[in-house]
T-cell receptor, first 113, second 110 residues
């Protein structure tokens, strides 16, 4: 197991298009998190899953954003009708039980033109 | 709501000099504090957490509840310490999200 993986690593899209990102957590990690990071900022929490249940959502997660983890393994994050303000690095992390040690993936860099 | 403040965007020190990266937090309860590091072109990785009270790569951090601080320290900086450092907080009590500071870029001058 090489850690958390994310696909794609880079995505350029035009404003108004929909995009979907995938995250594969470390095997058997029951918790999966999505964060967003913009230039000059630290990661900001978006949402978190325990197994397939989405348990926390940030106010940053507007109704254009939707995340799923259908079988409690990989997760997808979809952004509909992208806006230029959505341009950011989208990070995924996973953890198992306690303590809350989160392992991060390499991120997907989204550029909306 | 909880908040993490890292007052320095950039910190430059000479090799062999002591390093202190500052982190202050605001939260009324008893949070768990972490330091994450991101080396150039690498992913974010956990450096240390306050509960374990361990030293990783020569770095230590002590939680000061009175001053609500969790400063990261190393007595002698090495060139390989140059990286972006983020302080993060978890409030626990069933919430697992991390709240990050904006980060401090450490540059160690040879």
């Amino acid at each position: 197991d090489t850690g958390v993986s994310q696909d794609p690593r880079h995505k350029i899209t035009k404003r108004g298009q929909n995009v979907t990102f995938r995250c594969d957590p470390i095997s058997e990690h029951n918790r999966l998190y999505w964060y967003r990071q913009t230039l000059g900022q630290g990661p900001e929490f978006l949402t978190y899953f325990q197994n397939e249940a989405q348990l926390e959502k940030s106010r940053l997660l507007s109704d254009r954003f939707s995340a799923e983890r259908p079988k409690g393994s990989f997760s997808t994050l979809e952004i509909q009708r992208t806006e230029q303000g959505d341009s950011a690095m989208y990070l995924c992390a996973s953890s198992l039980g306690t303590p809350n040690l989160q392992y991060f993936g390499p991120g997907t860099r989204l550029t909306v033109t | 709501a909880q908040r993490v403040t890292q007052p320095e965007k950039l910190l430059s020190v000479f090799k062999g000099a002591p390093v202190e990266l500052k982190c202050n937090y605001s939260y009324s309860g008893s949070p768990e504090l972490f330091w994450y590091v991101q080396y150039s072109r690498q992913r974010l990785q956990l450096l240390l957490r306050h509960i374990s009270r361990e030293s990783i790569k020569g770095f230590t951090a002590d939680l000061n509840k009175g001053e609500t601080s969790f400063h990261l320290k190393k007595p002698f900086a090495q060139e390989e310490d140059s990286a972006m450092y983020y302080c993060a907080l978890s409030v626990g009590a069933g919430s697992y999200q991390l709240t990050f500071g904006k980060g401090t870029k450490l540059s160690v001058i040879p």
